[in-house]
């Protein structure tokens, strides 16, 4: 079974600070996807990146970036130059497609505080 | 362009009973994903529907049903609610079920209390 780790419920950083969230995954595909998504205390759900699995390159969306580690399982987010609309609950993902359907996993997520 | 809208966004009911919730995709989008959020957790895959199919079903009893219908919006419906079942339903639209253009936006949610 496929199982995503969050081991940091919460976190906090300056403004225009750098901060990084962990996120970790258990799988034995070897073709699926990452994400990670972030939900303001308004509660709308938004993707802020995804990653291929079949891609080495790390995504980059603006001040977001992540550091994936296939053999190690491994998918954290920074966030670079944090600004106060960054605080928000942060999930990590994982999608598995298949022919029989396909499956996605979250983690518990991670509550960002940034700091004045 | 629209997004992805729920209804209600707020029900209550009572043990046993049965609820219907649903979801308008966004436009062009054909894929549809329901999710349960419990407080504090992060979201649980109840099931995908593609092309009015069922396209992959998470960890849940058969009184959790859902469809789709062709203008590509949908509904969950649930039977004999427990207490257990109170939560934040999300729904999630994307252009196709996966690859480049499985990205999934999501809706606000409905938050169902079961009494």
């Known amino acids: 079974a496929q199982t995503v780790t969050q081991s940091q419920p919460e976190m906090s950083v300056q403004e225009a600070e750098t901060v990084t969230l962990s996120c970790t995954y258990d799988t034995s595909e070897n073709n699926y996807y990452l994400f990670w998504y972030k939900q303001p205390p308004s509660r709308q759900m938004i993707l802020v990146i995804r990653?291929?699995?079949?891609?080495?390159q790390n995504a980059t969306e603006n001040r977001f970036s992540v550091n994936f580690q296939k053999a190690a399982k491994s998918f954290s987010l920074k966030i670079s130059d944090s600004q106060l609309g960054d605080t928000a609950m942060y999930f990590c993902?994982?999608?598995?497609?298949?022919?029989?359907?396909?499956?996605?996993?979250f983690g518990t997520g991670t509550s960002l505080t940034v700091i004045p | 362009e629209t997004g992805v809208t729920q209804s209600p966004t707020h029900l209550i009911k009572t043990r046993g009973q049965q609820v219907t919730l649903r979801c308008s995709s966004q436009?062009?989008?054909?894929?549809v994903s329901w999710y349960q959020q419990a407080l504090g957790q992060g979201p649980q895959f109840i099931f995908q529907y593609y092309r009015e199919e069922e396209n992959g079903r998470g960890n849940f009893p058969p009184r959790f049903s859902g469809l789709q219908f062709p203008n590509y919006s949908s509904e969950l419906n649930v039977n004999a609610l427990e207490l257990d079942d109170s939560a934040l339903y999300l729904c999630?639209?994307?252009?196709?079920?996966?690859?480049?253009?499985?990205?999934?936006?999501f809706g606000p949610g409905t938050r169902l209390t079961v009494l």
């Open positions: 436009s062009g989008h054909n894929t």
């Open positions: 990653q291929e699995a079949y891609k080495q």
């Open positions: 999630a639209s994307s252009l196709a079920p996966t690859g480049a253009q499985g990205t999934q936006y």
């Open positions: 993902a994982f999608m598995k497609p298949a022919n029989t359907g396909n499956q996605f996993y």
